[in-house]
């Protein structure tokens, strides 16, 4: 049975020949193949082919460099004070998203360079001081931020948050951090979004990171 299907494109002519052809029948054909008239269209299908491998092997070595990043941001603040969250955010939309409004210790330069492109991933860190200590209050506020990602009618706004508690220890208390993790669609274009804590230290200063998925 012919599967082989015909069309007015040349490119998907010579590609839907290719898949529905067995390779022996190929290789009998390989000097017609590789005629004159055919190959300008297999150097052009080859060159789309390397283009779509090459950006996909970018999109690997985009991601390893991001994951090595966070794990030097991990490093840096092994013997910190500060409760350091990193922030991971995964764009699965065509939508390009900018920092509108935030709360976060960025600075400017950071905010304004901020840029999420679409189908693409990014991250970001920030540092909070912990100054959680005797009397050791319940349900001290740590830090209370928010940051809105905005492109045109899109809008989501991410909410971080750590509350400190203490419970009583056999030697001495034991603290209990509590994160505040939201994030909600607000703009006229609604999009789906979530948000999920991915990793938290057990003990002071309780650092932790987020993976923020839009789409």
Same mark, same amino acid.
């Given at each position: 049975?012919?599967?082989?299907?015909?069309?007015?494109?040349?490119?998907?002519?010579?590609?839907?020949?290719?898949?529905?052809?067995?390779?022996?029948?190929?290789?009998?054909?390989? /000097? #017609?193949?590789? !005629? +004159?008239?055919?190959?300008?269209? @297999?150097?052009?299908?080859?060159?789309? &082919?390397?283009?779509?491998?090459?950006?996909?092997?970018e999109g690997i070595e985009s991601d390893n460099a991001l994951n090595q990043k966070i794990a030097e941001w991990r490093k840096q603040n092994q013997r910190s004070k500060n409760t350091r969250v990193i922030v991971k955010l995964i764009n699965n939309t065509p939508h390009?998203?900018?920092?509108?409004?935030?709360?976060? /210790? #960025?600075?400017? !330069? +950071?905010?304004?360079?901020?840029? @999420?492109?679409?189908?693409?991933?990014? &991250?970001?860190?920030?540092?909070?001081?912990?100054?959680?200590?005797?009397?050791?209050?319940?349900?001290?506020?740590?830090?209370?931020?928010?940051?809105?990602?905005?492109?045109?009618?899109?809008?989501?706004?991410?909410?971080?948050?750590?509350i400190m508690s203490k419970s009583f220890g056999v030697i001495s208390p034991r603290h209990r951090a509590t994160v505040k993790n939201r994030i909600d669609s607000i703009g006229s274009s609604k999009i789906a979004c979530t948000t999920k804590i991915t990793n938290m230290d057990e003990n002071v200063p309780f650092n932790f990171e987020v993976e923020i998925t839009l789409g």
């Amino acid at each position: 049975m012919n599967n082989i299907k015909e069309t007015n494109n040349k490119h998907e002519d010579l590609l839907s020949f290719f898949n529905f052809t067995s390779i022996g029948t190929l290789y009998n054909l390989t /000097p #017609l193949l590789f !005629s +004159e008239e055919n190959q300008q269209a @297999l150097d052009e299908l080859i060159g789309a &082919a390397q283009v779509e491998i090459i950006s996909f092997l970018e999109g690997i070595e985009s991601d390893n460099a991001l994951n090595q990043k966070i794990a030097e941001w991990r490093k840096q603040n092994q013997r910190s004070k500060n409760t350091r969250v990193i922030v991971k955010l995964i764009n699965n939309t065509p939508h390009t998203f900018k920092i509108a409004r935030t709360s976060f /210790p #960025l600075r400017q !330069s +950071e905010r304004e360079s901020f840029l @999420l492109a679409p189908y693409a991933k990014t &991250a970001f860190k920030s540092d909070f001081a912990y100054t959680y200590g005797a009397p050791w209050p319940n349900n001290k506020i740590m830090f209370n931020q928010f940051v809105d990602f905005i492109d045109q009618g899109v809008e989501v706004r991410f909410e971080l948050g750590m509350i400190m508690s203490k419970s009583f220890g056999v030697i001495s208390p034991r603290h209990r951090a509590t994160v505040k993790n939201r994030i909600d669609s607000i703009g006229s274009s609604k999009i789906a979004c979530t948000t999920k804590i991915t990793n938290m230290d057990e003990n002071v200063p309780f650092n932790f990171e987020v993976e923020i998925t839009l789409g």
